[in-house]
Structure formats: structure tokens, C-alpha cells
């Protein structure tokens, strides 16, 4: 994650890929790219949710038609850690459609992407579909739920080409020939440009930051922490996160460091 100046902004920003893909014309030619083989209906209810907190679990952009749920969660690694946290993500989305059907089989199904910058997995795909196996047997539990690892560095996909154009994108900056792509970089030109979006990103960086330092001095060890995942999971590496830490709470990197580690 970049710090919020005047520098120019990538697609990979979270809160970039978050403005982009508020639109609804991005949205749906995002999930065409990633899944053609999935229609998307009239929406009902569409949002975005740039830069929640770290320790909260809202994915970047969120969105239901007649018959599924549909969300996209962009990060620079899918560690272990965050592999785990797909859970929270789960969870929170379950509960809020679980609350809106009359019964449970009403609920609607459930579409989860994550897309990350490396290889979260090691197999070198580009696409991974994530299902849960059920013991002793050679059948998947069908719950409604399905989960994609998209990794953008991974070897293009032959039958998705929109994702293949979509992916060298996001790691290079260079639009290529596909049409939505273009349209895509267009608009991150567009953001780049406007006064306004920047001064809503520099606002919601320092959000992110004034929310976490709050908090008795007891609890200042947790909430370093928190915000250390939060920079790492938004692109920030190791040394850069500690350095911006130990300028929010007035310490030293090696301070921070061993907080936390």
C-alpha cells in the first residue's frame, strides 16, 4: 500500500481497486473476466467497503442478484494467517443472508474471490477453486459456498482470457488490447486525476490509523499488531509497515519490532 501523496496510484491499491470497482459496469465485468461461466442477474443490493479496519472482516466489494451473493477481496499475499480469515469473511456474509431468507434453504449461495499479487498456494495456477472435501469419501460438500484463490502472477488460464489480460494489469500497469481492461485504466487515470478522490483516500488512510491508536496504554501492544496486519495485508512489507507504526505511536522501529512480533 502506498502512503496517500501525489504519487500515482495503481490499480493494486486497495482503496484504487475498491473506488474502480464501486461502479457496477466494473463490477460485473470483473466477476465476467474471473467466472464467464456465471450470469449475474439484476443486482439488489451492491456496495464497497474501502479500507475497513484489519481486524474486521468486510470484503472490498459486496454484491447480491436474485440468487447468490457475490464478493471480492483484493490482497497483496495470501498468507496462512489470511487463508484462516476467509472464515470471518464467510461467517459475517452467512449471517447477513441467513437473516434476510425466510427459511435456510432460501439462502442464497454464496461467491467468494480472493486475488492476490503472488502465488498463495505454490501450484502456479492462476485460478483456484476452494471446496471442502468430505472424509473418506471422493465428493464435495455442497453448502453453497464457493470460494476462488485468484493469483495474478500465475499462469494465464486459456479459457479466461478477460482474466488473463485483467491479472497482467494489475501486476504491470500496462492496459494491453483487451477492451474492459482499457476501460479499467481509463478510469484509474480518471481517479488519479481528481483532487477530490485523493484527498478521500489521504482522509481514510488516517481513519485507519486514528481508529487503531485509540485505547488505554494497556491495550497499545494489540492495536500495533492489529494495524501491522492491516499493512500487510493491504502491500506494505515488513520494514515498511514497522516504520509507519513506530511514527503513529512516537516509537522505535526496534520497539515495534518487538511488539509485533
Known sequence: MRKPDDEFIPLRDNFMFDSVFTEEHFFRGLFRAILPEVTVGELEQFAA???????????????????????????????????????????NIDKS????????????????????????LGAGRMVYKIGTMLEHTDKMMNDGVYMYYINAAGEPTPDRPGLNA???????????????????????LRLNRSKEWRETRRTMFNYVINEVHKGREEERAENMRRLFRYFIRKGMNDADACQEIAGVFGLSVDEVKTAVS
Not at 468486510?58 to 484462516?84: C, K, N
Not at 454464496?110 to 502465488?119: C, G, V, Y
Open 49 to 91: 467497503i474501502p479500507f475497513s479496519h484489519g481486524y474486521e472482516a468486510h470484503p472490498d466489494v459486496y454484491g447480491e442478484d436474485e440468487t447468490q451473493a457475490m464478493a471480492v477481496e483484493l490482497e497483496a499475499d495470501i498468507s496462512e494467517f489470511l487463508i484462516r480469515w476467509n472464515g470471518f469473511y464467510r461467517l
Open 97 to 120: 443472508l441467513s437473516h434476510k431468507a425466510k427459511r435456510w434453504e432460501e439462502m442464497k449461495d454464496l461467491r467468494m474471490i480472493f486475488i492476490a499479487l503472488s502465488d498463495m
Open 166 to 188: 485483467f491479472c497482467h494489469y494489475l501486476l504491470t500497469g500496462e492496459p494491453g488490447e483487451d477492451a474492459f481492461v482499457k476501460e479499467i485504466h481509463e478510469e484509474v
